[in-house]
Nanobody
């Protein structure tokens, strides 16, 4: 059974940084993995994704130049480095994985439980 566990969320002041981690277990091949977020009263939105090899990445326009996605396949972990954080980045952040190998990713089948990120002004 595939499990995704996020960590690294917390409270940070505007302009600060956080690094989220997503530990993936239960599957041996590398899946496309994405980060999503959901703010109170809003729909969940895409943030960033990375291919199983790490060779392809994409970002939502709202985070380009501020967030960086990466992965360490030896540790089965995907990271989201968030810098220059803004209050509007406040949300629950989820990682998700797709067993479909095409790029860009579709069919996110596996989801983590989420980690809260709060950015104070």
């Amino acid at each position: 059974q595939v499990q995704l566990v996020e960590s690294g969320g917390g409270l940070v002041q505007a302009g600060g940084s956080l690094r989220l981690s997503c530990a993936v277990s239960g599957r041996t091949f590398r899946m496309n993995t994405g980060w999503f977020r959901q703010a109170p009263g809003k729909e969940r939105e895409f943030v960033s994704a990375i291919s199983g090899s790490g060779g392809n990445t994409n970002y939502a326009d709202s985070v380009k130049g501020r967030f960086t996605i990466s992965r360490d396949n030896a540790k089965n972990t995907v990271y989201l480095q968030m810098s220059s954080l803004k209050p509007e980045d406040t949300a629950v952040y989820y990682c998700a994985a797709s067993p479909i190998l095409s790029w860009p990713p579709t069919g996110y089948h596996y989801w983590g439980q989420g980690t809260q990120v709060t950015v104070s002004s």
